[in-house]
């Protein structure tokens, strides 16, 4: 009785979290813009479309469960998406559909809110030339990789592709030693949430040719969820994210039920080895005074330029946690905290030089500007209020950093559920101004998905 209280509690917690966002003292960007269909493509100088080619190339994962794929954008200048004639190519997998939200599922302390298998980023990644693709596809339990035509515009499998992952793959990061690095959530959508699943990790050699060969012994299999801390006791901690440092030879992993940041060390044999955790829990309650006991969990990691400095959302807490790191070995080290003039920051994407962060800000459908003018000390400069029903999740710039893409999902039980004819799935499309501001020139791209189908994943050529 005492555990189911304190769920319920815990519950009623993030429900207040979710509905409510705070604000900041700043003059707030708010977009007052119409959703735009599916454009068809023009070739007349008044529609603004630049050549074909890279720099203006918008990958978008559309994750649909009957068989997943990439839609392919051409960006024009201003800021609007044309999706091209071959899109979207098939992954040759299939994605994840909201169950809770269509009301299939409804039991367990997450009947409202499926908390998990769509909380990742890194699930669509490309390599530093902008020559291969990576998508995980969560629904059938592999990895598609693509090579990427010079043009941008023909997504070609590599041999062998898809490639067998674990179960509910979430995320990828591109090491040293050609090692691909595969987190598997364990979590498929769904409520109450099965006991004795386990997420993991495992890694992957890459050939010249862009084929995969798993890592003999190479499986991490993770700890259950703790119990006590708002979720059902040695549930899988449905890892969200792993993010690979400069260099290549250290890898973080996102732990998000286990309340952990998991530092490895990538072997030239492809495996890891594990570094000390950070335990989240260990910022206390004066970092953690609204869910210091429940929820001390992260989503959501980006590493400075120019240091050893790992970023990370507290999501229930509003703030952004500032972390040093040793770039030999991966052990983090608290430094500082950050407001967030959102609702459960999450996901994040740095500027070259360093100078400016953006967020995501999941609940409160907003994103931020982040000055790091003193990278251990972010300052929130600007918070950008999307309108209608959303949540968005993913974010790219494209290669020169003068526009950023966020993708815009339904939110469980928020968007489509209450309403069929409303479609939330879409890629906001931003200027990038000098001072790092941004600004929204022109509507949103409708995804047009079916019901309960929710977009995941953007990339830039």
Avoid at 196 to 206: D, H, N, P, W
Avoid at 343 to 350: E, L, N, R
Wanted: a neutral charge; glycine letters at 10%; proline letters at 8%.
């Amino acid at each position: 009785m005492k555990n189911r209280i304190l769920f319920l509690f815990t519950v009623s917690m993030i429900a207040l979290l979710f509905i409510s966002s705070s604000s900041i003292d700043k003059p707030q960007a708010k977009t007052n813009l119409t959703p735009n269909p599916k454009t068809i493509l023009q070739t007349d100088s008044s529609n603004n479309l630049q050549a074909s080619g890279p720099g203006n190339i918008v990958y978008v994962g559309d994750d649909v469960s009957t068989g997943a794929g990439i839609k392919i954008f051409r960006r024009d200048n201003m800021g609007r998406l044309t999706e091209m004639p071959n899109s979207p190519v098939p992954t040759g997998g299939k994605g994840i559909l909201d169950v809770v939200a269509l009301g299939l599922s409804g039991t367990g302390i997450f009947a409202k809110v499926d908390i998990g298998p769509y909380e990742h980023d890194g699930n669509m990644v490309i390599n530093a030339d902008r020559t291969r693709l990576f998508i995980v596809n969560q629904g059938s339990d592999d990895l598609s990789v693509f090579d990427i035509s010079p043009d941008g515009l023909t997504l070609t499998p590599v041999p062998g592709s898809p490639f067998k992952t674990g179960r509910v793959p979430s995320s990828v990061g591109l090491a040293a030693f050609d090692t691909v690095i595969v987190v598997n959530k364990n979590d498929p959508p769904g409520n109450p949430k099965p006991m004795g699943a386990q997420g993991s990790i495992m890694t992957f050699k890459m050939a010249a040719n862009g084929s995969l060969t798993p890592v003999p012994n190479s499986e991490i299999k993770l700890p259950g969820a703790r119990t006590g801390e708002g979720v059902i006791a040695n549930q899988t901690s449905t890892p969200s994210q792993v993010l690979v440092a400069p260099g290549g030879k250290v890898a973080f992993v996102n732990d998000f039920f286990a309340g952990m940041i998991r530092p490895y060390v990538v072997q030239p044999d492809g495996t890891l080895k594990a570094t000390k955790p950070f335990d989240i829990r260990s910022l206390g309650e004066d970092i953690l005074p609204a869910n210091g006991r429940s929820f001390p969990f992260s989503l959501g990691l980006a590493i400075y330029p120019n240091d050893n400095l790992l970023y990370t959302g507290l999501l229930f807490e509003n703030k952004v946690a500032v972390l040093r790191f040793n770039p030999k070995n991966g052990k983090l080290k608290f430094v500082n905290t950050a407001t967030n003039g959102g609702s459960t920051v999450c996901w994040f994407q740095i500027r070259k030089d360093g100078r400016y962060m953006w967020t995501t800000n999941q609940a409160s459908n907003s994103v931020s500007t982040y000055d790091l003018a003193d990278p251990e000390k972010p300052v929130e400069v600007q918070v950008v209020q999307f309108d209608g029903c959303g949540e968005p999740s993913q974010v790219s710039t494209d290669p020169d950093q003068q526009w950023i893409h966020y993708i815009n999902s339904a939110v469980t039980n928020k968007c489509p559920a209450n309403d069929p004819t409303l479609e939330s799935n879409m890629v906001h499309t931003l200027k990038i101004g000098s001072d790092g501001r941004l600004t929204e020139v022109s509507p949103p791209t409708i995804m047009h998905l079916p019901l309960g189908e929710r977009a995941e994943g953007v990339v830039t050529k």
